[in-house]
């Protein structure tokens, strides 16, 4: 409750007992006072020594002076505002200060408080007046100077707290108070003294003071009193507080937002790692091993300016040897990859990275060897394709590549060394193909071209960038290509050859393609002179034997794939098969009629076909076979009679024409033959001619059987009858 005057007129009454009011609430309080010089803490035996707890010199007060205050001691108020002598002490409970400032007999030794303004009929306690507060004593008049009370400015009794009042009787707020002798207080934004430890939400200061209000003296201050534990701080001459961040005062170090000065690892504003000795010292410049920043993981830091360097290259001229940073101001140890660059780098476990140029080591892959190369300006391995050293590609593991990779879909190769092979060719099976040879320009794989490889001749790359060996339909005809890779080339002509077709010798005609730009084995049907040939779609190599095309149309062709059966040649057949298969026909040979010619029996006859065509080179086989289907193996009937020895129709043209006769069989049958060979040859008969018709017939107009159709006979079905009784001799 508010004190009355007459109890405000005795406290006048002696010196002494004013002497023991100030020694209760205005002296210094006795852990301060008294305090003991601190201890080390955990310091390096290279630490500079502690200063003792406010030993240091305070710096003048200029741009932050407070507004003086009257002696610490000069003005006090005193109040319980409860009914509890003992409510709510503050930071630890200073039990002197809240027993003298509360007891009855300490009230009445208080001397009489400056006059501030009086005011009558106004109630003791705090008012609102403009934008501040005022306390009214139970006389009226205004209090100033120190002011120790329960009761708030905003009316809500609590424990004692400590106020500020100027000379006009206003309380203090937010401010810096400094009573006359020398001493500092901290008014906090509810008008109430700091006490203990607290920081302004505003600006981040921290202060410091003892249960009377008292701010710890400017400069390093090493105390446990505060709940932190043993802890430095540096007080700030000006602000008398505790300002977190970087200062170079007392010496380089970084305050934390509890107040104390960073020791060890820790973090600056801008979020850079720095760290400190036990005495808070700063560490400025060079290199610094530690494990405080990895839970005891050590790693190696390069400081510049009292922070870790990050994302950067140490030069040698600075560290001694190259290192770089990483992101958390750990050098990189080992094989690191800068996920911002893709730059791999490379060190030892003292952070010295590789030397540039090349590298060849297995320290970073298991103890594979591997190639690497080391940029000079970056001092890492930078992915992608380089000419420095030689032509190579970096790899994304910062190794060059060797052998083959597909990146980014191209194709690279390179060699042992690493060496890109840019052009030429190369045999690989890691592209995904399996083993193919593969030709390559400027580092790339050609593909879908035909490639001039020099001395070793042509190839054709594929669209999958393999190059073709053995064949592929291409522009009209079949490109063929050895295993090499060599295509068939150079001038159009025959090729015998079993090199693309495991062995098998097959026949192809080299041409150029519909464009000119290819040689290849021509395709479909085509002519050489007067005879026909088909080239296999599926296979480029000529009919032989019988084929039926896409289309259906059947061929037949023989062994040098001529289409039909050539008349002219060395014959394939023998008497005794010719014999053979006419008797197979189950057919009379008019052995009196033909006697009389000559030919007395079917043997006889076909010795004299054998000799005639041999005398002529035309093959007996396609004689036989003419005699057989024109005389309806020799049983004749039309109109032609058997007494003629005519025995192919020569000159019977139809209608009852009878045609030629001639005098014997032999005669007959050489007529035959040398009218075969007007149609099959160009060549001059050997013996003398008895073939009546042989110059009327184009010579070499039909080489084969089977282009007899439509000449020898109108009948368009002339060459497949023929060719009906041809296949079965082969079987007798």
Not at 294 to 319: C, H, M
Not at 345 to 358: F, H, I, Q, V
Request: proline share 4%.
């Amino acid at each position: 409750m508010p004190l009355k005057s007459s109890a405000i007129s005795s406290m006048r009454t002696g010196a002494a007992a004013f002497v023991c009011v100030t020694a209760l609430l205005g002296a210094p309080s006795a852990a301060l006072a008294e305090a003991a010089p601190a201890e080390p803490i955990a310091s390096s035996s290279d630490a500079p020594s502690v200063s003792e707890p406010g030993s240091g010199t305070s710096a003048s007060v200029d741009a932050k002076e407070p507004v003086p205050a009257e002696s610490l001691d000069s003005e006090v108020v005193v109040t319980d505002g409860s009914d509890d002598p003992k409510a709510d002490p503050v930071d630890g409970s200073d039990a002197a200060m809240e027993g003298a400032e509360t007891s009855a007999s300490t009230m009445s030794l208080v001397p009489e408080l400056e006059e501030a303004g009086s005011q009558a009929n106004v109630s003791a306690g705090w008012h609102r007046e403009g934008d501040g507060y005022v306390y009214y004593r139970a006389d009226g008049t205004r209090a100033t100077g120190w002011l120790v009370v329960a009761e708030r400015p905003d009316g809500v009794t609590g424990g004692l707290e400590r106020y500020w009042l100027h000379a006009d009787g206003s309380l203090a707020i937010g401010e810096l108070v400094r009573a006359t002798d020398g001493s500092y207080g901290y008014a906090k934004p509810d008008g109430t003294i700091v006490r203990g430890r607290w920081t302004d939400s505003s600006t981040g200061y921290v202060y410091l003071a003892d249960n009377d209000g008292r701010l710890e003296g400017p400069g390093w201050v090493v105390t446990d009193a505060y709940g932190q534990g043993l802890q430095r701080y540096w007080i700030d001459p000006e602000s008398h507080a505790c300002e977190p961040g970087p200062s170079s005062e007392g010496w380089s170090h970084l305050t934390t937002d509890g107040g104390y000065v960073l020791r060890g690892a820790g973090y600056d504003n801008a979020g850079n790692k720095v760290y400190a000795d036990n005495d808070g010292r700063l560490f400025q410049s060079g290199w610094l091993v530690t494990g405080d920043y990895t839970s005891g993981d050590l790693q190696r830091y390069w400081f510049e300016g009292g922070r870790a360097v990050t994302n950067a290259l140490i030069p040698a001229s600075k560290a001694g040897w190259k290192a770089y940073a990483t992101g958390t101001g750990a050098v990189v140890r080992g094989k690191w990859t800068d996920p911002s660059t893709g730059y791999v780098y490379l060190a030892n476990n003292d952070g010295k990275l590789e030397s540039s140029g090349w590298v060849v080591t297995g320290a970073y892959s298991g103890g594979s060897l591997e190639r690497y190369w080391v940029d000079d300006k970056t001092g890492a391995c930078i992915p992608g394709r380089s000419s420095d050293g030689w032509g190579h590609y970096t790899l994304p593991g910062g190794a060059v590549l060797r052998g083959a990779s597909v990146i980014d879909g191209e194709r690279l190769y390179a060699d042992n060394d690493g060496r890109l092979v840019t052009d030429g060719w190369v045999v690989t099976d890691g592209w995904g193909q399996g083993l193919q040879r593969y030709w390559l320009r400027g580092g790339s794989v050609v593909s879908g071209e035909l490639v001039n490889t020099g001395v070793t001749g042509y190839a054709y790359a594929k669209d999958d960038g393999t190059i073709l060996r053995g064949k592929i339909a291409l522009d009209g005809v079949m490109l063929l290509a050895d295993n090499d890779g060599k295509l068939a080339w150079g001038k159009q002509d025959w090729l015998i050859t079993g090199s693309y077709d495991g062995g098998v010798l097959q026949r192809y005609y080299l041409t150029k393609s519909a464009s000119g730009k290819y040689y290849g084995a021509r395709l479909g049907s085509f002519s050489i002179g007067n005879f026909d040939y088909y080239g296999r779609e599926d296979a480029g190599y000529v009919v032989r034997g019988e084929y039926t095309t896409p289309s259906g149309a059947l061929l037949f062709a023989d062994n040098d794939g001529v289409l039909g059966n050539r008349i002219m040649g060395t014959s394939q057949n023998t008497v005794n098969q010719m014999v053979g298969y006419f008797n197979a026909q189950n057919k009379a040979y008019p052995s009196e009629a033909l006697g009389r010619g000559g030919a007395p029996d079917i043997r006889t006859f076909c010795t004299i076909i054998c000799e005639e065509a041999a005398a002529e080179g035309v093959r007996a086989e396609i004689v036989f076979t003419q005699a057989m289907l024109e005389t309806g193996w020799l049983q004749f009937g039309g109109d032609v009679k058997i007494d003629q020895f005519n025995f192919a129709g020569i000159g019977a043209t139809g209608g009852g024409v009878p045609g030629n006769s001639f005098p014997d069989v032999r005669t007959g049958i050489r007529a035959q033959v040398q009218h075969l060979k007007a149609y099959a040859s160009t060549d001059p008969l050997n013996n003398a001619c008895v073939d009546p018709r042989f110059h009327y017939v184009k010579r070499g107009s039909a080489p084969t059987m089977e282009q007899l159709a439509g000449k020898w006979a109108t009948g368009a079905g002339y060459g497949e009858s023929l060719r009906a009784i041809l296949s079965g001799l082969s079987r007798y």
